[in-house]
Every structure is written in structure tokens, then in C-alpha cells.
């Protein structure tokens, strides 16, 4: 039998280029869907039949009968809003504690995690991250530091571990001065998520996915953040805490790199930043106030304003680089419907020094634009590629050109049938 493969969906900009909406799509072709890093800073949103549901934690394969979920041991999890988000779903008639896969191995975000991350934020001043608060960064410190709680650890002893680590927490938490919290409300709630997550399927998932790959089944990957933000890759120390880039597919599922198929690149028509750090296309002029507004460009899990900007191909190329994309994913086109001129940057600049290779940190450098003429037409409503007009068929090409891949997905609105496959 033909061994299955590991197909991975990544954002590769800054996160939040509709891959809810895209993995929701393509979930139909794959056996399961497979989370491999990061945690409740992820807010995938997806519409369909007239509903809008926004998944932190849980994979986007959950609306589709036939597909395994997973959470692999790279993530991390807070059992409080893990619950939340399933008992949503559970309202909306699915039962997501029956089709999720939980890694024994991801890493517990404990309620003093999240104190933790506010104080770091709060003791950092002007040189804060602008986390979204979830307790990421302190989850993933403990994890490397070998003292982190695992999924496995609930079915053992489970109260003397938790107080250990909490005890440990609120003495960092005194030493920084940072006495403002309360936890009652917040551990209850948790520890009824403890009880919650009992009742989903915790195991070896790397076992589990390793034997679908091994009867032939087909997995999707489903990345969360963005290429820019992983830890190693991304604009440090302005990342998130986690890989999010492909070589995290392997080691946050346990899967081999010979497995992997192909590496679909979601990126959109223009760029969006949210939280602190570099970003040398942002606009701070009424074309950055419009993309943002026509665009919807809110934080889905903070609510907080994007920051938005043109298309940067120096930071693409690098991600295609870094990730081996072998097919482009194009969103949220629509959005660039009435500009009359659409900037695409090729190159940065600095102190009369021109480049495009992603420097060491892109503070300070200066984006240079070429100017495309804008297509001015709305394409929302548009179901084949032959009646894209002219000047978006440009923009497309312009960009395979420019990154030399083949651009396989574009999206024209939010619904899941404003999606032409190329
Ligand atoms: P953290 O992941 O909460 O530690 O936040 C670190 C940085 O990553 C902050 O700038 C966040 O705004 C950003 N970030 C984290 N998750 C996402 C995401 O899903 N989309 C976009 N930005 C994110």
C-alpha cells in the first residue's frame, strides 16, 4: 500500500491570512487535520451556511463528519478555554469531545501562566511583545526549562503537580511586584476543563497519525500564527513562542520529514501585523485605515487593530524559502477591489544599502514599491478564473513571477464558495 502523506497548511507572513477559512476547504480531501504548535493565541475564523465560528484550539476538520482532529505535542493547551470553545460547538450541534485526538505530550497553559505572561508584558514597558495574553510565551519557557505539566499528567497525581508549578509561578509573580490577580473563578473553570478534556481521546498521537500514514490515509497540517512569528525564523524577539514554520510539522506531530507532501504558503493580497515589533510596509496613512476597515483587519482573538500595509515580497520569499511552499494560497483579493494603484514591495533599503534578503532585523529599513494599476472591479462574486479581470490576472502573475510558485487558491470573499481552485 502506498504510504499517505502530510500535507501543511501555513501562514507565512505575520498569521491571520484566513487559513480557518482555507483548511475548512480543504479538509473534505484529507483523513484528519493535525494542529501542531501554538495554542489559544490562534483564532480561526470560518463561515459557512450563514454561521460564523472562530476555533483557537481545536482543528478545523471538527465541521467535517469524516475527518480525525488532532492536537499535536507541540501545542499547548488551557483546558478552561478549550472547553468554552467546544461547548460552542456542542451547542452548534457537534460533539467534539468524541472526534479530538489529544497529545498526552502538549504542554498545560496553567491560569498563573497567563498571570505570568501579562506581568513579563507589563515589566518589559515600551519593549513589550503585545502577546495576546494566552499564557503562550511562560507555557513554552517551562516546557523548555523541563518543568512544564503535560496532558498525560491530569490522569496522575494531578493536584499535587498543579499546586508544585503554581507555587513556583507566584513567587516569580512576587519577586516582579505583580500581586493584582485573582485565580478562584479562573481555577474553577479550568479545573472543570480538566474534567472536560478527560472525556476527549488523550494518547500518543504521533502513533496514531503514524499509523493512518502507514494505511494510507492523508493528513493536513494546520499551521497557526505565521512564518514572521515563529520563534526561530520570525522578527525575534517580536514572535510568538512556538515553530510555526514547517520543520515544526515534524517535530510538533511526530512525523517524519520524507512524509511530508506538499506545503500550501496562505499569504494575502496585501500585509497585516498585529502586536509589537518591525514591519516596514505598515501604512499610517488613510490607505492603511482603509485596507484595515474594508478588510475586517481586528484581531479575532484580542480585537485589536491590525496593522496594515502593501504586499512585502522580501518577507514572502523568505517564508517560501524557509518552508519549501510548494503552492501559494492568495486571500482576501477582494479587499484591494476600489484601490486605483496597489503597491507591491520588492526590496528594502537602508543607509543607501539595497536588499532582498531578509535581514537580521528589519527595524529601520525602508520598503521600495513598484505600482501596479488596481483592477478596480469587485470579484466577490466571480467563480472562475477566466473572468477575473485583466489588471487582478496581472497581479497574480506578477507575483508567481516575482516568487517563482505557482499561486494554486484565490480567495475572493469570506464564504467558503468564493474559492477558486487554479
Ligand atoms: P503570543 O503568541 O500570545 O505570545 O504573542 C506573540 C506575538 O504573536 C504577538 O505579536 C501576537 O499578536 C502575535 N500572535 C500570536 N498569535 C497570533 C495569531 O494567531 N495571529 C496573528 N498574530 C498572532
Same mark, same amino acid.
Given at each position: ?60 476538520? *471538527? ?90 499528567? *491530569? ?123 518591525? %514591519? ?13 476597515? *474594508? ?46 494603484? *496597489? ?48 489588471? %487582478? ?30
Amino acid at each position: 500500500m502506498t504510504k499517505g502523506k502530510v500535507d501543511a497548511l501555513l501562514g507565512i507572513v505575520f498569521g491571520d491570512e484566513g487559513k480557518g477559512k482555507v483548511v475548512d476547504f480543504f479538509t473534505p480531501r484529507y483523513d484528519a487535520v493535525a494542529r501542531y504548535a501554538g495554542g489559544p493565541n490562534a483564532g480561526h475564523t470560518i463561515l459557512f451556511e450563514g454561521k460564523k465560528f472562530v476555533l483557537r484550539s481545536i482543528p478545523s476538520g *471538527i465541521f467535517c463528519e469524516n475527518t480525525q482532529n488532532f492536537i499535536g505535542n507541540g501545542c499547548v493547551i488551557a483546558p478552561d478555554l478549550f472547553m468554552k470553545e467546544a461547548r460552542e460547538l456542542e451547542a452548534a450541534g457537534y460533539d467534539p469531545a468524541k472526534r479530538i485526538h489529544i497529545s498526552m505530550r502538549a504542554h498545560l497553559i496553567l491560569p498563573t501562566h497567563r498571570v505570568l505572561d501579562l506581568a513579563y508584558e507589563a515589566a518589559k514597558g515600551k519593549n513589550k511583545v503585545g502577546t495576546t495574553g494566552k499564557g503562550i510565551g511562560p507555557t513554552y519557557s517551562d516546557k523548555a526549562a523541563r518543568i512544564g505539566l503535560r496532558v498525560g499528567d *491530569i490522569l496522575e497525581n494531578f493536584t499535587e503537580k498543579y499546586a508544585a508549578l503554581k507555587a513556583r509561578h507566584e513567587q516569580i509573580l512576587r519577586d516582579l511586584n505583580y500581586t493584582n490577580y485573582d485565580l478562584a473563578e479562573t481555577e474553577r473553570e479550568w479545573f472543570e476543563g480538566v474534567e472536560y478534556m478527560k472525556r476527549c481521546h488523550l494518547c500518543n498521537t504521533e502513533t496514531e497519525l503514524n499509523r493512518l500514514l502507514a494505511e494510507g490515509k492523508n493528513i493536513l497540517a494546520e499551521g497557526a500564527q505565521g512564518s514572521l512569528l515563529d520563534i526561530d525564523h520570525g522578527t525575534y524577539p517580536f514572535v510568538s513562542s512556538s515553530s510555526t514554520t514547517i520543520g515544526g510539522v515534524c517535530t510538533g506531530l511526530g512525523v517524519a520529514p520524507r512524509d511530508i507532501g506538499r506545503v500550501f504558503g496562505i499569504f494575502k493580497a496585501y500585509s497585516t501585523r498585529v502586536g509589537a515589533g518591525p %514591519f516596514p510596509v505598515e501604512l499610517f496613512d488613510t490607505v492603511g485605515d482603509e485596507i484595515r476597515r *474594508i478588510g475586517h483587519e481586528y484581531g479575532a482573538v484580542t480585537g485589536r487593530n491590525r496593522r496594515c500595509g502593501w504586499l512585502d515580497l522580501v518577507a514572502l520569499n523568505y517564508a517560501i524559502t524557509i518552508n519549501g511552499v510548494s503552492d501559494l494560497v492568495l486571500m482576501k483579493n477582494d479587499v484591494l477591489d476600489t484601490f486605483d494603484t *496597489i503597491k507591491v514591495c520588492t526590496a528594502y533599503t537602508k543607509d543607501g544599502v539595497t536588499t532582498t534578503d531578509m535581514p537580521y532585523d528589519t527595524a529601520g529599513w525602508q520598503p521600495i514599491y513598484e505600482e501596479l494599476p488596481g483592477w478596480k472591479t469587485p470579484l466577490t462574486d466571480i467563480r472562475q478564473e477566466e473572468y477575473f479581470p485583466e489588471r %487582478f490576472k496581472n497581479y497574480i502573475n506578477y507575483i508567481e513571477t516575482h516568487t517563482n510558485t505557482p499561486i494554486h487558491i484565490v480567495s475572493v470573499g469570506p464564504d467558503r464558495e468564493a474559492t477558486i481552485l487554479r
